[in-house]
């Protein structure tokens, strides 16, 4: 899944690790949207969106 849209790029592949890292840890909750597009709610309250060549903070 993620890790599929990360092979090739090593600065893609770290992003998802560290993001991974912090849903595991119950910090974070991430959401695959139908276009592709990762959706990632932070426990602070903070909304990002990860698109295929940007990292956008949306709330």
């Given at each position: 899944m993620l890790t599929a849209r990360a092979m090739g790029d090593p600065d893609k592949a770290a992003v998802i690790?560290?993001?991974?890292?912090?849903?595991?840890?119950?910090?974070?909750v991430w959401d695959l949207l139908e276009d592709g597009d990762?959706?990632?709610?932070?426990?602070?309250g903070e909304v990002y969106l990860l698109q295929e060549r940007a990292a956008l903070r949306i709330a």
């Open positions: 690790a560290c993001i991974g890292q912090l849903v595991l840890d119950g910090a974070a990762v959706e990632v709610h932070l426990a602070s």
